[in-house]
């Protein structure tokens, strides 16, 4: 990978590398990594990002969650074993 800088960042780039006794390509990338681990931790987690283990873990066919028919099957099941809507 080839990175072109700005002159003067170039010679920011130069000087903290020097100063800290590693090459620029060792500085650059710690800096990206850096960086993009802030942005990373800055993401707001979602309702996926929480349950993203159970996603699929479950028996049952693979269109549950968007399939009407699963939804009502279901609800009629309860209906028959007694069970009360917990809502």
Known sequence: M???LPGTLLR???DEA???GVAKSALVR????VAL???R???????LDLVSDLV?????PSDASVNRRHLNDAVLADYRRGR???R
């Open 41 to 47: 931790a800055k993401r707001r987690v979602t309702c």
């Open 56 to 60: 699929g873990s479950q028996p049952g």
């Open 18 to 20: 020097r100063r800290r």
């Open 30 to 33: 710690e800096c990206v990594e």
């Open 84 to 86: 009360k809507n917990s």
């Open 2 to 4: 080839t990175l072109k």
């Open 12 to 14: 920011v780039v130069e």
């Open 37 to 39: 681990r802030r942005q």
